[in-house]
Every structure is written in structure tokens, then in C-alpha cells.
């Protein structure tokens, strides 16, 4: 399986629940969303950390992406979500393709503040298009606790989804 990953604590909860599984997934990093810089490079190093710490591979595609998002979510900022998850859960099932892998899958499904049906419909119709199979559990259930390990790993902990405008919502739209 390659297993998308956002963010070290999303990675977290879902690798303990594929563990539970038994399957034991090769990492992808593409997050063309998350900014500013320093909150990208941040999340990318928790991820590396905590898949050192697995002994998980990590294939990283290193695209930062301000000025493609920005431009891709203008006009709809307060339906950009949906964009967004295309976006990386595509990169991921054309990844998984080339990459001669089973199944692909993203840790967005981890978290209860994600659009959980939106992002299963997408990887369903992306799974057809690649015929790479798109594995869907539902681990929210163990998100708290997750986050709570990741934390006592020293993890970095970030404190909203990953674009400026989710940054926006988390703190000036209360």
C-alpha cells in the first residue's frame, strides 16, 4: 500500500491502525497545500521523524505549491477542499500506479475535521482511473489518542488543516 501522508500525527493514527491490520504501507508526501513554508517544512520533517522512527519508507515529492494552490482556489475558497483532495489523493493513485503498488490510500481519513465521505468518493473514482485499489478504514475513532503519542514522540503538532486560508479560519474566523 502507499498511504498518503499530511502530517506526522495523521500518519500516526492511521500506520498504529493499518498496523492492527497487519499491512505496513510505503509513506507519500505531497501536500502542494500546506503554508506558509516553515509550517510546510515542519510537517514534512515530522513525517520523516516519525517514519524513521517505523522504519516506514517515505517517497517525498517535493512540491510546495503557494502559487498553483492559490490560483486553483480562487473563486471558490469556501468549496476549495474538495479541490484539494483530488489533487493529492491523484498524485498518490498515479504514484501508487507507476510504483507497481496493490492499493493506495490517504491519512486524511484519520482525522475527524477532514470531509471523510468527500475524500472516499474521490479516492474510489481515482482508484478506477489508475485501477489501483483505494483502501478506506476509518480510524477517527483513535484520533485523540493518536495525537496524544505523536505529542509524547515530540512530533511537531500543527494547529490547523494546511492552507493560508485554513490558517485564516482557524484563527481570525472564531
Known amino acids: 500500500m502507499l498511504l498518503h501522508a499530511c502530517c506526522g500525527p495523521c500518519a500516526y493514527v ?3 491502525g493499518l498496523d492492527r491490520e497487519g499491512i505496513t504501507p510505503d509513506m507519500f508526501w505531497y ?3 500546506i503554508h506558509p513554508y516553515k509550517e510546510y517544512e515542519a510537517r514534512k520533517n515530522a513525517l520523516a521523524t516519525f517514519c524513521d522512527a517505523k522504519g516506514l519508507a517515505l517517497i517525498v515529492d517535493d512540491c510546495y505549491g503557494l502559487r498553483d494552490f492559490v490560483k486553483d482556489s480562487v473563486g471558490k475558497l469556501d468549496n476549495r477542499c474538495g479541490g484539494c483532495y483530488q489533487k493529492r489523493l491523484e498524485a498518490t493513485a498515479k504514484k501508487a500506479a507507476e510504483g507497481g503498488y496493490g492499493s493506495f490510500s490517504t491519512t486524511l481519513l484519520a482525522s475527524p475535521y477532514q470531509q471523510f465521505d ?3 468518493s474521490l479516492g474510489l473514482v481515482l482508484a478506477k482511473k489508475y485501477n489501483v485499489e483505494f483502501v478506506v478504514y476509518d480510524f477517527r475513532a483513535d484520533f485523540r489518542e493518536g495525537k496524544n503519542h505523536a505529542r509524547q514522540m515530540g512530533l511537531y503538532m500543527q494547529k490547523y488543516c494546511g492552507c493560508i486560508f485554513s490558517e485564516e479560519e482557524r484563527y481570525v474566523r472564531k
Open 118 to 120: 468527500t475524500i472516499v
Open 14 to 16: 492511521y500506520v498504529c
Open 31 to 33: 501536500n502542494h497545500n
